[in-house]
């Protein structure tokens, strides 16, 4: 009787665990408070940034890379580095309910509290979906994380070192005094070639909302503040009132103009994305069926197999998820 209460309490854990990304207690092994590698931490002094500044998130599926942007001693974030991403599963577009496999899109922010340092996927951190606007739209899902290996059920893969390297940066800024670190994820590099190609996906209107505190971070290489009101997202507004209380009601009246700059480069890409379908110069856009891959990870898994792929993202060679799947999706944007 015993024997078969462990296997079903078995069983019943493999179930959660593959629910979605979840987080289970290893043993830490000191993993969690390694040091910033040297080469990081030099590369930061050479761009004027500390080891306790801030820092901003930036996550690309159709790329499968992810961003670390860091503050520098002038005031605005830099790229830090890039990291490619061995594992996202779902298609382009924002997560709505557990169990779809989609890895979320939009504005997140992470405190101390979300880092993971007993994560089953080495490390992790929580992005704390659903945020307040997905709440209210009644979207649901929990324990969605970045984390280490090449695994990803709605979540985001990065390999052990990548995302070893990423938690070390987040704690350091963290306990230098950053409240939160903002995480932006976003189907794809916000181009008006990629916001052409994707003029008819159904989701283009909810990336168009994206793209707005897209540019203002490309164009002012500063945090955007995030509000909520009408069902979507609203990007450095000051509102009558203060804050809208709930994310679906009307936007109060704003009490401040968009930023000069960014609305010319808001009305630069929209023209330059008009000629591009006028033109018909616009190339079609991919289909995932389950998820991505970056393409250096993707040789490595046509060329040797699923078990050096997993040899080279996961300390514990964690196996890869779905390799199929990877490999009949699309790997290179311009194709």
């Not at 408070?33 to 500044?53: C, D, F, G, N, W």
């Amino acid at each position: 009787m015993m024997l078969t209460a462990a296997r079903m309490g078995g069983i019943a854990a493999l179930a959660l665990l593959l629910s979605a990304c979840v987080s289970t207690v290893l043993d830490v092994d000191g993993k969690a408070t390694q040091h910033i590698p040297a080469k990081l931490v030099a590369e930061m002094s050479r761009k004027s940034m500390s080891p306790s500044a801030p820092i901003l998130v930036r996550i690309f599926k159709q790329e499968s890379e992810l961003e670390i942007w860091k503050r520098d001693r002038g005031g605005r974030f830099a790229l830090l580095k890039t990291y490619p991403m061995c594992r996202w599963s779902g298609k382009l577009g924002p997560k709505k309910e557990n169990g779809d496999r989609q890895a979320p899109e939009g504005f997140y922010h992470v405190s101390a509290g979300m880092l993971n340092p007993k994560s089953q996927y080495y490390l992790s951190f929580n992005l704390g979906y659903p945020n307040k606007l997905e709440a209210a739209l009644g979207y649901s899902g929990e324990a969605l994380m970045v984390h280490g290996a090449c695994s990803s059920s709605g979540c985001y893969a990065l390999t052990d070192e990548g995302v070893g390297e990423i938690y070390a940066v987040a704690r350091e800024a963290l306990k230098g005094g950053q409240g939160s670190f903002q995480v932006q994820a976003f189907p794809f590099r916000m181009t008006p070639q990629n916001m052409a190609k994707n003029r008819n996906d159904p989701n283009f209107a909810f990336w168009s909302d994206l793209k707005q505190g897209y540019d203002i971070f490309e164009v002012t290489r500063r945090q955007p503040k995030v509000s909520y009101c009408e069902g979507r997202y609203v990007f450095d507004r000051e509102f009558d009132g203060g804050e809208p209380q709930s994310a679906l009601a009307a936007c109060p009246p704003a009490l401040n103009a968009d930023d000069p700059l960014v609305a010319a480069r808001q009305q630069s890409d929209r023209l330059a994305t008009d000629n591009l379908l006028s033109t018909g110069s616009a190339f079609s856009a991919h289909a995932y069926a389950d998820g991505g891959m970056h393409p250096s990870f993707r040789k490595l898994l046509e060329r040797s197999g699923e078990s050096a792929l997993a040899k080279r993202t996961s300390l514990t060679s964690v196996p890869i998820s779905r390799p199929d799947a990877a490999l009949a999706d699309p790997h290179s944007p311009d194709e």
